[in-house]
């Protein structure tokens, strides 16, 4: 591949990376940033470019991993995170994450080929940025004053399940997996951090689960002279993620979802113009 393709993969890679823990919808900007200036459908081709903008932010997921290896370890038994010999009876766990994720993942199927064929269009991303600022503003206006679960061992099943079915709107791109959830779980008496927490973790498999469905799906159109663009976007999603998950949870606490979303607000308004007018 020519050097400005690979540097496209690379500012994509960036966009993503720097946008994946912020409730601002990382696919959505990918989406603007690609179809507005970096056009990557004319040389990759429709569903492989849609395909890179799914299968990128698995280097965001590595990123995850890599902060968070205690607790990730710590859902399957592997490893003891609080250092007391406690049961995985009454703790986060594995099957949190399960029944958190199943709904989005029952949608996602039900629904991938309208998604790909329809909402990766920047006027539908303008529609998502402002249904997710209204969610994200309700959230910070309606949460009790006082958090009810303060950690994740506080989650339950249920309350785990109501955020999974919050995060199903985040199938539609621009609406943001960590602003639902983030917003699902606040609204529901989660607090802000350790909502932002149980977002990351769930988003591991998922990625990983959307990323080998859309390559298998749109595997007849892809091909080997595309692997040096999808590891350069892969790499740099990565790289840039690592830069700025511990900066996002440590903002998070602070100030909330608000300032989220008036930057969706005047991004949808500016996107607006530059569409519509």
Known sequence: MEIIELLKALILGFVEGMTEF????????????????????????????????IVVQLGSILAVIVVMWKRMLSLVGLYNIDGQ????????????????????????????DFIDDHLFKVEHVIYALV???????????????????NSLDEISYGMAFKVGLVQCLSLWPGFSRS??????GVLFGISHRVAADFTFIMAVPIMAGASLVSVLKNWDTLSMDYLGFYVVGFISSFVFALLSIKFFLALISKVKLMPFAIYR?????????IIFM
């Not at 607000?265 to 607006?272: E, G």
């Open 265 to 273: 607000l005047v991004l949808a308004a500016i996107l607006s113009v």
């Open 131 to 149: 249904a997710g600022a209204i969610l994200m503003i309700a959230a910070d206006k309606l949460a009790p004053r006082r958090p009810k679960v």
């Open 85 to 112: 010999s406690k049961s995985m009876t009454g703790r986060f766990n594995l099957m949190h994450v399960i029944v958190g994720m199943l709904p989005a993942v029952v949608l996602g199927f039900a629904f991938k």
């Open 179 to 184: 602003g639902a959830t983030i917003s699902g």
């Open 22 to 53: 912020a409730p601002v919808s990382s696919t959505g900007h990918m989406i603007i940033v690609d179809d507005m200036w970096l056009k990557t459908e004319e040389f990759l081709g429709k569903y492989p470019a849609n395909t890179f903008k």
